[in-house]
């Protein structure tokens, strides 16, 4: 590795020649001067700053574990997820920024519905479950996750960020026998099992990832057990791989959802499927 110049904008240049891009490298760098992401333009603003060796030694290990494939999450132990500072580490996979795309079309489907009940399943550091609740201080919202390791990650942030999120242990919709709701929202695991993919992801939890040789195997389940535990006129909504929009509007379809579609993220690939349960009572 080449050495690092000691200047703070000497040093962001360095870590783009070893392939880091732009704004990696800055929040790295934030990082290991123990500012926030946030602080770009005081970063600009000091270009010139010397960086001592202590930094120096941070800054370079820092880059070499994002060289590494390791999210920048991981290494600064947070995420930004529709406007909350989440804590993350490999316990949970990092947040998406698309993710936030199932959000929004949750929050536009219950916004005529008063203390909406609300159900985030596989809620792994609480992003989904804790971006509802904070846009519907009304809602009753809860969340799943069939790792022990994950609900821990969850719950820190809720009681954190002082949003009061109900949370289960289990397998999907099991914890939940008797409940109903407006909307089940979910960002299962949707890789196939032998996606060359997962090599880049190696450092997230690879239950989180994968199912399956489809990668349509929890999206099964979800869709099987979702009717039950809807009220009229809920809906289920789903994150789902690039190219598995189809499969998963039939899915819904022939279980019998109707108002079947889907939305794209913020590169306009179709993202996200959902459907709405009967209106018949």
């Keep these: 590795m080449r050495v690092m110049p000691s200047a703070l904008a000497q040093a962001v240049a360095w870590a783009q020649t070893l392939g880091l891009p732009r704004l990696d490298a800055q929040v790295l760098l934030l990082h290991a001067l123990g500012r926030t992401p946030h602080d ?23 880059v070499q574990r994002r060289l590494n494939t390791e999210p920048v999450a991981y290494i600064t132990g947070q995420k930004e997820f529709f406007g909350l500072t989440l804590h993350v580490d490999p316990r949970v996979l990092d947040p998406r920024a698309d993710t936030e795309t199932l959000v929004e079309w949750a929050l536009s489907c219950l916004a005529d519905t008063p203390h909406p009940d609300v159900v985030d399943l596989g809620t792994g ?3 989904i479950a804790l971006a509802l609740q904070h846009a519907r201080p009304d809602a009753h919202v809860c969340a799943v996750d069939a790792s022990a390791d994950a609900l821990a990650v969850a719950r820190a942030n809720a009681e954190r960020l002082a949003l009061p999120i109900a949370f289960h242990h289990g397998s999907w919709l099991t914890p939940l026998k008797g409940c ?5 929202v979910a960002n299962p695991p949707y890789v196939a099992s032998d996606d060359a993919h997962l090599a880049v992801l190696k450092h997230e939890p690879l239950s989180a990832l994968a199912s399956g040789s489809e990668g349509l195997d929890d999206i099964r389940c979800i ?11 809920g809906w289920l909504l789903l994150e789902h791989g690039f190219d598995q929009a189809h499969a998963v509007q039939t899915l819904l379809g022939n279980q019998g959802f109707v108002n079947v579609q889907s939305r794209p993220d913020l590169a306009g690939i179709l993202r996200c499927t959902g459907g709405q349960w009967s209106t018949v009572e």
């Design 40 to 62: 770009r333009a005081w970063l600009l603003a000091h270009s010139d700053d010397p960086l001592d060796a202590t930094v120096q030694a941070t800054f370079a290990a820092h």
């Design 125 to 127: 550091s609480g992003a």
């Design 180 to 184: 109903t709701f407006h909307a089940i």
């Design 223 to 233: 869709v099987r057990e979702a009717p039950q535990h809807l009220k009229p006129s």
